[in-house]
């Protein structure tokens, strides 16, 4: 089973979002654990700051080193080295992608740290073992890159999607690389447009064919990037 802890000055802002859906699913099967943390509980003054003014000037608030090194060792204690990963949200980090989110899934123990204010004071960094973005651009806060990126791990664990393994592989980002070819349900024509025939022929050679010509065509299109990608070459 995989362990999930977050930590975060908004809890409330992930309990809704973890604790719903698939995810809670995830749950109820036993597949994964999911413990959320308020950052303020590993603070010892009456005001339960997690923050001060950076060192040498400049806009806005740090994330102080205590709580967060007292936050990450309480997760991380009792638990084994092996198979855990410490993740920090971060603008400047590694992109998030499908196929780190397949890294993850493979672990034991994952503690997201989700930053805050003008981000974390530089030496916080050490207790990370990957710091990750899930794109260019800043948010006021790590909950929603941490919320995202638990519930793309997450659907990957076995038993949690229906359909087993092929749930996953045939879909965007899939074993390929490829965004997922158009798909179609009833009825068979509406408003004019019509299902393309070979999906009601019956026939599963070609119906596998005209989806791997539709992916690449699609991802060419839209996704350049991927159809060259060095995973695909």
Same mark, same amino acid.
């Given at each position: 089973m995989?362990?999930?802890? *977050?930590?975060? *000055?908004?809890?409330?802002?992930l309990?809704?979002?973890?604790? /719903?859906?698939?995810?809670?699913?995830? *749950?109820?099967?036993?597949?994964?654990e999911?413990?959320?943390?308020?950052?303020?509980?590993?603070?010892?003054?009456?005001?339960?700051?997690?923050?001060?003014?950076?060192?040498?000037?400049?806009p806005g608030?740090?994330?102080?080193?205590?709580?967060?090194?007292?936050a990450?060792?309480?997760?991380?204690?009792?638990?084994?080295?092996?198979?855990?990963?410490?993740?920090?949200?971060?603008?400047?980090?590694?992109?998030?992608?499908?196929?780190?989110?397949?890294?993850?899934?493979g672990?034991?123990?994952?503690?997201?740290?989700?930053?805050?204010? /003008?981000?974390?004071?530089?030496?916080?960094?050490?207790?990370a073992?990957?710091?990750?973005?899930?794109?260019?651009?800043?948010?006021?806060?790590?909950?929603?890159?941490?919320?995202?990126?638990?519930?793309?791990? *997450?659907?990957?664990?076995?038993?949690?999607?229906?359909?087993?393994?092929?749930?996953?592989?045939?879909?965007s980002?899939?074993?390929?690389?490829?965004?997922?070819?158009?798909?179609?349900?009833?009825?068979?024509?509406?408003?004019?447009m019509?299902?393309?025939?070979?999906l009601?022929?019956?026939?599963?050679?070609?119906?596998?064919?005209?989806?791997?010509?539709?992916?690449?065509?699609?991802?060419?299109?839209?996704?350049?990037?991927?159809?060259?990608?060095?995973?695909?070459?």
């Amino acid at each position: 089973m995989l362990v999930i802890d *977050v930590i975060s *000055v908004q809890p409330q802002m992930l309990r809704g979002f973890l604790e /719903e859906s698939i995810v809670a699913r995830a *749950v109820k099967k036993g597949a994964c654990e999911i413990r959320i943390h308020n950052l303020r509980d590993y603070t010892h003054d009456r005001w339960r700051k997690v923050d001060d003014k950076p060192y040498g000037g400049g806009p806005g608030m740090l994330m102080m080193c205590g709580p967060w090194f007292e936050a990450v060792e309480s997760c991380l204690d009792g638990s084994s080295a092996e198979g855990r990963r410490v993740i920090m949200t971060s603008p400047s980090g590694r992109r998030f992608d499908q196929r780190v989110a397949e890294s993850l899934a493979g672990e034991r123990h994952l503690v997201f740290m989700c930053g805050h204010y /003008e981000g974390f004071d530089a030496r916080i960094r050490t207790l990370a073992t990957d710091e990750l973005s899930i794109g260019d651009f800043v948010m006021t806060g790590g909950e929603i890159a941490a919320a995202a990126m638990v519930d793309s791990v *997450v659907r990957l664990l076995p038993g949690v999607l229906g359909g087993g393994p092929a749930a996953t592989a045939s879909e965007s980002f899939g074993r390929d690389g490829l965004l997922e070819a158009p798909q179609y349900t009833h009825p068979p024509v509406f408003r004019g447009m019509a299902v393309p025939p070979v999906l009601l022929s019956g026939d599963h050679v070609k119906i596998e064919a005209w989806r791997r010509s539709q992916a690449m065509k699609l991802t060419v299109s839209v996704r350049p990037d991927l159809a060259v990608s060095p995973g695909r070459r």
